[in-house]
């Protein structure tokens, strides 16, 4: 039972729960109402994060002498080759210390060669990062390039399909009959003289549509 106990008490979150006395205020009424808080205003000056203290002058990717940091390259070199030379100056170092570690792991050098280590490391990852700028560039340019494909190949599809509709309907309007012989037909026939029924014929036939006296016309000729 004490076991029992014990495990639902370490089997807790590792990260805290969102404060629900301000996120329970973003409800959907109070934006509609506009009776949601405000964003915070832009930080102007210094701050703290991560307990460092940063500044919103600084640039982006602060220089490794602002970091107090010694820079080993010079300030115009191809990043590529020093990338290259710091990779192998950092398996050089990492073998120097196991050999010393081997034959005489007491050696003051030790923590020197930690330190270069350390700073080897650093200056990689500062390289790495002066590229962020250039990969967000790319990876914008490769989603817009997507985006413009996209459309394009919607935008076809439409056309195909909009063509398409414009056949159909051509061919239908095409398969009807034409009215206008119909009407021709119907305003040169002239009506046969029988006599009584002739005129009484005469006298259903006004206010007909043509077509319509004609064909009385044809069955009662029959």
Known sequence: ???????????????PLPPAQYYKLFTDENIRNNRAPKPPAP????????????STEDNIIRPLEAQGFKRLYPQHFDRKKELKKLNHSLLVNFLDLIDLLVHNPDSPQRAEKIEDLNLLFVHIHHLLN?????????????MMELQQRQRIETAQRFQNHLEKVREMVNNAFASLPDPTESDRLGSTAEPMDTGDEGEAGKARGEGCHPVDRLMCELVENM
Do not use: C, K, W
Not at 130 to 136: I, S
């Open 1 to 15: 039972m004490e076991t029992t106990e014990n495990t639902d008490a370490i089997q807790v979150s590792s990260f």
């Open 43 to 54: 930080i102007q000056g210094t701050y703290q994060m991560f307990g460092q203290q940063f």
């Open 130 to 142: 002066e590229f962020r700028p250039h990969q967000a560039r790319e990876t914008l340019r490769v």
